[in-house]
C-alpha cells in the first residue's frame, strides 16, 4: 500500500511514522508513506498557504492551488490507478474500524491534513472522495488525525502484525471490551492475582474472561453492548 499525506507540519509525523508496527511495515516495504508539505507547493515569495475567509470571520483559510496541485503532481508519479483522497476534517464521517478495514482495501491512499480554522470548500466539494473526522473534540489539525487512521490501517495490512495477536477484532472478541489482564507479581502491594487465573483449568478461565467482558462492555460501554452494527 502506497500512503501520501499533504500537510503544512511534515516534521509532525518523523517520530510516530518511525516507531513500532509502522516502522516495521515500512521496513519490509508493505506500505510506502511519503509525507508532502503543501507549502513546497505555493508559488509566490512568501510561500503563502492560508488567507482570509470570504465573507469575513476568525481565523485563516487553507487556500485551494497548492493543495490541488500538490495532489495532482504526485497523482502523475504514481500508476494511473484508484486512488482515495480523503480529507481529514471536523465535518466527516466518523472513523471507525469497519472504515479502517474498508480503506486497508485500497492500494493507494492520499490523506489531506488541514490546520488553522479551515480548508477552501472547493477542496471538500471537487478533491476530496471521501472526509473523515476521528471523534467529537477540537484538534489545531489534521495531522493528528491523519496519524491515527495510519496506525488503525497499516496494522491491518497482511503480513504487518504476527500471526498471534492479528485477530484481535470482533470475529474474536465478537464486538467486547477486553478482559482484564495479569502478569507477575501475583501480589502487588497487596492486591492479588484472581485466583481462578491460577487454577491451571483452561475452561474455567475461558468463562471468567468471557463473563468479565461482557459485564465491562455493559457497563462502560453500553453504545456496544445494546447496539446493532458496531465492532472493535
Ligand atoms: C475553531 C474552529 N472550529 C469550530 C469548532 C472549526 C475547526 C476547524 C479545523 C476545528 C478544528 C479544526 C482542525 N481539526 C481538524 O482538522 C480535524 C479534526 C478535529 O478537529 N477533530 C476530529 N477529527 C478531526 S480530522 C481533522
Same mark, same amino acid.
Given at each position: 500500500m502506497r500512503i501520501d499525506i499533504f500537510c503544512l507540519?511534515?516534521?509532525?509525523f518523523v517520530s510516530p511514522f518511525n516507531q513500532s508496527i509502522i516502522k516495521r511495515a515500512k521496513e519490509q516495504e508493505l506500505v510506502d508513506i511519503v509525507i508532502h508539505n503543501i507549502?513546497? =507547493? $505555493? =508559488?509566490d515569495k512568501h510561500h503563502t498557504a492560508d488567507d482570509y475567509p470570504y465573507g469575513g470571520g476568525p481565523g485563516m483559510v487553507l487556500k485551494p492551488e497548492p493543495i490541488f496541485e500538490a495532489i495532482e503532481a504526485t497523482k502523475q508519479q504514481i500508476n494511473p490507478g484508484k486512488v482515495a483522497i480523503i480529507l481529514l476534517t471536523p465535518q466527516g464521517r466518523l472513523f471507525s474500524q469497519q472504515i479502517a478495514q474498508e480503506l486497508a482495501s485500497h492500494s493507494h491512499l492520499m490523506l489531506i491534513c488541514g490546520h488553522y480554522e479551515g480548508v477552501d470548500e472547493r477542496v471538500h466539494e471537487h478533491l476530496a472522495t471521501d472526509e473523515i473526522s476521528i471523534g467529537d473534540y477540537v484538534l489545531s489539525g489534521g495531522e493528528p488525525a491523519a496519524m491515527v487512521l495510519v496506525d488503525a490501517i497499516v496494522r491491518l495490512i497482511? /503480513?504487518?502484525?504476527g500471526s498471534q495477536t492479528?485477530? +484481535? +477484532? +470482533?470475529? =474474536? $472478541?465478537? /464486538?467486547l471490551l477486553e478482559y482484564p489482564q495479569y502478569t507477575r507479581p501475583q501480589i502487588y502491594r497487596g492486591w492479588p492475582v484472581p485466583s481462578v487465573l491460577l487454577s491451571g483449568n483452561h475452561e474455567e478461565i475461558a468463562r471468567w474472561r468471557h463473563q468479565e467482558a461482557i459485564s465491562r462492555t455493559a457497563k462502560r460501554r453500553p453504545d456496544l453492548f445494546f447496539e446493532e452494527g458496531k465492532s472493535l
Open positions: 507540519f511534515p516534521e509532525m507549502r513546497d =507547493h $505555493t =508559488h497482511p /503480513g504487518v502484525l492479528s485477530l +484481535n +477484532n +470482533n470475529s =474474536h $472478541t465478537g /464486538g
